[in-house]
């Protein structure tokens, strides 16, 4: 039996951090930042390719809510993404985690593993990807 991936996206309005689960599910790492610029079609046809190369059949897309649970336009705007998922690749599974917390706990790692200012542009919406994935994970662990 081939063991399935699951792959956790942290969307955003120009940036697209991208992680990915291990063949048994344990472990989440990064994989990129898609730059998109506001074009959906760029995002769906990397995921594309990412999907095949890594046999993925699980999405998880972290919902932006305010601290106090209430949407926020990036929910309007994430859920609108999510209904391009669903259409394109109907025979994945699309779950959602609330993020709320990972882009602070990505900012605070970087701080930790001193990553300059011009490279944690560049990896902040990936590594938030890895804790959305992380809190999927453990949370199935139950």
């Known amino acids: 039996m081939?063991?399935?991936?699951?792959?956790?996206?942290?969307?955003?309005?120009s940036r697209v951090g991208i992680a990915v689960t291990d063949a048994l599910g344990i472990t989440a790492q990064g994989l990129e930042t898609i730059h998109h610029n506001g074009n959906d079609k760029i995002i769906l046809?990397?995921?594309e390719e990412l999907f095949k190369e890594y046999e993925v059949d699980t999405v998880v897309v972290g919902m932006p809510y305010n601290m106090n649970g209430t949407s926020?336009?990036?929910?309007?705007?994430?859920?609108?993404?999510?209904?391009?998922l669903k259409c394109k690749?109907?025979?994945?599974?699309?779950?959602?985690?609330?993020?709320?917390?990972?882009?602070?706990a990505a900012h605070k790692t970087m701080n930790f593993l001193e990553i300059?200012?011009?490279?944690?542009k560049n990896i902040v919406d990936t590594i938030s990807a890895v804790y959305i994935l992380e809190i999927y994970i453990n949370k199935n662990k139950k």
């Open 2 to 13: 081939i063991n399935m991936r699951t792959l956790g996206i942290d969307y955003g309005d």
């Open 45 to 47: 046809k990397r995921l």
């Open 72 to 84: 926020t336009d990036r929910v309007e705007i994430t859920n609108k993404f999510i209904h391009k």
């Open 89 to 104: 690749f109907n025979k994945i599974k699309i779950e959602t985690i609330d993020e709320r917390l990972t882009t602070v």
């Open 116 to 120: 300059n200012k011009k490279e944690k």
